[in-house]
C-alpha cells in the first residue's frame, strides 16, 4: 500500500515479571515507509516491548494487528509472527561467521515460486552496500560490516516490518553513520522500521517518530524534536 499505512499495531499491552509492570498499557503503531524510534532510560522495558513486537512473549493483556494477522495468534510464536511479515536484528549478532556474506544472506532468503535465489542474494548486496564483501567469511568483517550483514538477512524475508535492537551499539561514528544510511534506504522502499537505540542525538535527527518509554509507561510520542524537549522526558533521563 502507499506510505504511511499502519501495518503493526498493539493497544494497551500489560507485560509483568513477578509483579513488577515491565510494559504498562503500551500502545504503539508502526507505519510503512517510516522509522518509529523506541528511547528510554535503562529498565523501562525497551526490549521488552520488541520480545512483544516480535511475538517471543505473550502479554497478559492487549491487543494488537500485525498486517492481516491478529497478534492472539501470534504471540508466544515468534516463528509464525517471522512469516507473518516481521523480521528482527538482535543485540548480539546471530551470523555464521565460517560462512561468506553472500551464503549468510543467502540462507535467509524467503523461498517462493519463480525466485531466483542467486539473483536476488545480488540484489539484496547491493541494496545494502555490500557488494564488495560478498565472498568474504562474516567472521573476517569488521564489527560495524557484520551489523550490516545482519540487517540484509533479516530483509531478505522480505519484512514489511523491520525490528532493530539496538544496530549501533559499540560502533564508532562511520560505522553508525553507514547503518543509519542503510536504515534510510530500507526506509524509502516502503518497509515500516523500528529501532530501539541508546544514541539519542542520532534517533533525534533520524526517526520520523519516537515513543519514549520510562518505568514501562509511555511518557511521550510524536516529532523527534518535541518530544526530546518536552518536561516528562528530559526529567526521565535526568532521574536516570
Ligand atoms: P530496557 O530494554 O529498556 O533496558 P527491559 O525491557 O530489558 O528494559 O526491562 C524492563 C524491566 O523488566 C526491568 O525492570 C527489567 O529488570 C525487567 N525484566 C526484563 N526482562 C525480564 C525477565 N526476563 N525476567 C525478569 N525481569 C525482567
Known amino acids: 500500500g502507499p506510505a ?3 501495518v503493526l499495531e498493539v493497544r494497551d499491552v500489560v507485560m509483568s515479571f513477578g509483579g513488577l509492570h515491565a510494559l504498562d498499557a503500551v500502545s504503539v503503531e508502526a507505519r510503512s515507509g517510516e522509522v518509529l524510534g523506541i528511547i528510554g532510560p535503562n529498565g523501562s522495558g525497551k526490549t521488552t516491548l520488541l520480545n512483544v513486537l516480535s511475538g ?28 507473518s511479515g516481521l523480521a528482527r536484528t538482535f543485540q548480539n549478532i546471530r551470523l555464521m561467521d565460517e560462512e561468506t556474506v553472500s551464503t549468510n544472506v543467502r540462507l535467509g532468503i524467503a523461498r517462493r515460486p519463480g525466485i ?8 539484496l548486496l547491493t541494496e545494502n552496500r555490500l557488494d564488495w564483501a560478498a565472498d568474504i ?85 510524536g516529532k523527534p524534536g518535541n518530544v526530546l524537549d518536552s518536561k516528562e522526558v528530559i526529567r526521565a533521563y535526568i532521574g536516570s
Open 4 to 6: 504511511g499505512d499502519t
Open 137 to 221: 567469511p562474516v567472521g573476517s568483517l569488521p564489527y560495524g560490516v557484520r551489523r550490516r550483514v545482519e540487517i540484509a538477512r533479516a530483509l531478505a524475508r522480505e519484512p514489511r516490518v523491520l525490528l532493530l535492537d539496538e544496530p549501533t551499539a559499540g560502533m564508532n561514528p562511520t560505522e553508525r553513520q553507514d547503518v543509519f544510511d542503510t536504515i534510510s534506504d530500507i526506509r524509502s522502499r516502503g518497509v515500516a522500521v523500528i529501532v530501539v537505540e541508546h544514541d539519542v542525538a542520532m534517533m533525534r535527527s533520524f526517526c520520523d517518530r519516537l515513543v519514549v518509554l520510562d518505568f514501562g509507561r509511555k511518557i511521550a510520542e
Open 116 to 123: 531466483d535465489v542467486h539473483e536476488r542474494t545480488r540484489d
Open 56 to 83: 517471543v512473549y505473550r502479554p497478559e493483556s492487549g491487543t494488537g494487528t500485525l498486517l492481516e494477522h491478529d497478534f492472539a495468534e501470534l504471540w508466544g510464536h515468534p516463528h509464525v509472527t517471522a512469516q
